[in-house]
Structures are given as structure tokens and as C-alpha cells.
């Protein structure tokens, strides 16, 4: 996220995913809501994970889901971090929050699944 210069949690759920066959598109570290849609829109991505370390940056994440539903309605919002909570990912209209890496995979998994059907 903007403003967040941590990545040892998103590099461990890059790793994971990518382990169980996903292909990941690592924008690193302090990464403005913008290019996070414009990326989103370039490689029609249809899973957007958003990782915050940081409190100080959970605005920005707030700001890149308002701006992913207004460019791009299909994508679904994935977050977690040290500092964030379900209830907190719900009130910033995160589409589901991951406690843990293999909660992502999981997620992604059945969000495959899903969409083969």
C-alpha cells in the first residue's frame, strides 16, 4: 500500500500462490491506488490482494478499493496485514479478509473453482 514500505507479508503470500499455480503480478512496495487499477486493468485481473503493516497506510487501502469498484466492478478485493481485522476489512469494502497467507490461497482457490464452473 501507498505509504507502507514492509513486503515480508506480501512476498510469503506471492510465494504461496504462486507455489499453488497462480500467476502474480508483484507491483512491491508503497504502490499509489492508480497504478494498482491501472495494473488491474491491464492484465484484467480478476484478484486483487492488499497487505497493510502499517496503520498509517490503511487509508490508502481504503482509497484503492473505492477506486477498484468504480474502474473495475469484476475484480475482488483480498486484504490482510498485521493491523487490519474483519470487521475493519468490511467497513473499507474489502471483498474478504485473510487472517493468514494460506487463507489467501484458500480464497483464490475457491474463487477458481468457482469461475471454472
Request: aromatic share 6%; glycine share 6%.
Given at each position: 500500500m501507498q505509504g507502507d514500505i514492509h513486503d515480508?507479508?506480501?512476498?510469503?503470500?506471492?510465494?504461496?500462490?504462486?507455489?499453488?499455480?497462480?500467476?502474480?503480478?508483484?507491483?512491491?512496495?508503497?504502490?499509489?491506488?492508480?497504478?494498482?487499477?491501472?495494473?488491474?486493468?491491464?492484465?484484467?485481473?480478476?484478484?486483487?490482494?492488499?497487505?497493510?503493516?502499517?496503520?498509517?497506510?490503511?487509508?490508502?487501502m481504503e482509497r484503492t478499493i473505492a477506486l477498484l469498484r468504480e474502474k473495475t466492478p469484476w475484480v475482488k478485493t483480498l486484504v490482510g496485514g498485521a493491523v487490519l481485522t474483519k470487521e475493519y476489512a468490511d467497513k473499507i469494502g474489502a471483498d474478504y479478509y485473510c487472517k493468514d497467507a494460506m487463507e489467501t490461497v484458500r480464497y483464490a482457490l475457491a474463487e477458481t473453482e468457482k469461475n471454472e464452473k
Amino acid at each position: 500500500m501507498q505509504g507502507d514500505i514492509h513486503d515480508i507479508g506480501k512476498n510469503i503470500v506471492k510465494l504461496l500462490l504462486e507455489n499453488y499455480g497462480f500467476n502474480v503480478i508483484d507491483l512491491g512496495r508503497d504502490v499509489a491506488p492508480e497504478v494498482v487499477v491501472d495494473t488491474v486493468i491491464q492484465y484484467r485481473a480478476p484478484l486483487v490482494g492488499l497487505s497493510a503493516l502499517m496503520t498509517t497506510t490503511v487509508p490508502a487501502m481504503e482509497r484503492t478499493i473505492a477506486l477498484l469498484r468504480e474502474k473495475t466492478p469484476w475484480v475482488k478485493t483480498l486484504v490482510g496485514g498485521a493491523v487490519l481485522t474483519k470487521e475493519y476489512a468490511d467497513k473499507i469494502g474489502a471483498d474478504y479478509y485473510c487472517k493468514d497467507a494460506m487463507e489467501t490461497v484458500r480464497y483464490a482457490l475457491a474463487e477458481t473453482e468457482k469461475n471454472e464452473k
